[in-house]
C-alpha cells in the first residue's frame, strides 16, 4: 500500500465517469488553442489517449512504442515521448478522438479488472525500471482526464468543475508521481518538508533532500510547514493549471509553521505532471 490509501473501484468508477465527461466535451469543439498550452485541442486529446494506451500495454504484459526515452529531467523526457508518440494517433477531429477515448478507457478498465491495485505495473516512459501501483495508474489516469478536461473547457469558455471525491483520487496518484517529478535544478542543495493536508483527505509529509524527494504518512516528525489545501485546488496547483496565490487569496490554501514562507517554495520544487 502506497502512502495513501486507494479504493480502486472508486477509481475506476472515477475514471468511467471522468471520461464520459472528456468525451462529451470533445464532442462539442473544433481543433483550436488550448489556453496555457502548446497542444490544440486535438493534440491534448491525442495526449489523453496515448496515456490509457501505454498503461493497458504495460497490465497486459506489452510495450507499447512511445519512441527513445531519453536521459535528463523528467519533464524533457516526457516531452520527446509525447511529440513522438502523437504522431502515432491517426485520429485528426476531437469528435474521432471522443470516440477513441471512449474506447481506450474500456480497454483499460477491461485489461485490468482482475488486477490487484497493489500489481505493479512497468512505466518505462517516466524512467528506465520505474514501475507504478495499479492503483496510483488508475488515479494517474483519472487526473488525466480531469485536467485536461479542464483544459479542453477553458478552451471552449465553459465551466469545468472537479467534485472533491474525484479530486482526493486525483491527489493520490499526484503523491505517487511526486518523487519522479522533482525539479532537481530547484531543489539542488535544499532541505525542507512541509506536511500537507488534504481537506477530506490524506495528510502527508513531503521532505525534499538535495534534489531528491521523499513522501510520507502524516507524523510527529517536525516540519518546516503546514499546509491545507482544498483538494480540486490542490490538483489544479500541482497540475500547474491555477496560480498559488489566487488560491490562496481565496482561502482554498492555507500554509503556516515555523517557516510559512517554505510552502510558498514547495510548488517550484517539482515539475507539472
Known amino acids: 500500500m502506497g502512502v495513501v490509501p486507494i479504493d480502486l473501484v472508486s477509481a475506476r468508477n472515477a475514471l468511467a465517469e471522468a471520461g464520459n465527461t472528456t468525451t462529451a466535451l470533445l464532442h462539442s469543439v473544433t481543433d483550436v488553442p488550448v489556453p496555457g498550452l502548446q497542444w490544440t485541442v486535438r493534440e491534448t486529446a491525442a495526449h489523453v489517449v496515448v496515456a490509457l494506451s501505454a498503461f493497458t500495454a504495460s497490465a497486459r504484459g506489452e510495450t507499447l ?24 494517433v491517426p485520429e485528426t477531429e476531437p469528435g ?30 517516466y524512467g528506465e525500471e520505474t514501475m507504478l501501483a495499479l492503483d496510483s495508474a488508475t488515479c494517474v489516469l483519472l ?39 522533482v525539479n532537481t535544478a530547484n531543489a539542488a542543495g535544499l532541505r525542507a518538508s512541509c506536511e500537507v493536508a488534504v481537506r477530506g ?23 518546516d510547514c503546514h499546509v491545507q489545501a482544498d483538494p480540486a485546488a490542490f490538483v489544479l496547483l500541482t497540475y500547474g493549471r491555477k496560480n498559488q496565490w489566487r ?27
Open 65 to 88: 512504442d512511445l519512441g527513445h526515452v531519453s536521459a535528463g529531467q523528467i519533464d524533457e523526457r516526457m516531452a520527446k515521448v509525447n511529440a513522438q508518440a502523437l504522431a502515432t
Open 96 to 125: 474521432q478522438l471522443a470516440d477513441r477515448i471512449d474506447h481506450e478507457v474500456s480497454l483499460f478498465l477491461e485489461a485490468t479488472a482482475d488486477r490487484s491495485g497493489t500489481d505493479s505495473l512497468p512505466t518505462p516512459w
Open 143 to 181: 487526473g488525466e482526464q480531469v485536467v485536461h478536461g479542464y483544459d479542453v473547457a477553458r478552451a471552449l469558455h465553459t465551466p469545468w468543475s472537479v467534485d472533491a471525491g474525484t479530486a482526493r483520487l486525483v491527489v493520490a496518484g499526484v503523491i505517487a508521481m511526486m518523487p519522479l517529478y
Open 201 to 223: 483527505g490524506p495528510r502527508l509529509q513531503i521532505r525534499v533532500d538535495d534534489g531528491t524527494a521523499r513522501i510520507a504518512a502524516s507524523s510527529s516528525d517536525r516540519v
Open 247 to 273: 488560491l490562496i487569496a481565496r482561502g482554498k490554501i492555507l500554509a503556516w509553521g515555523r517557516k510559512p514562507w517554505m510552502a510558498l517554495k514547495f510548488k517550484g520544487l517539482f515539475l507539472d505532471p
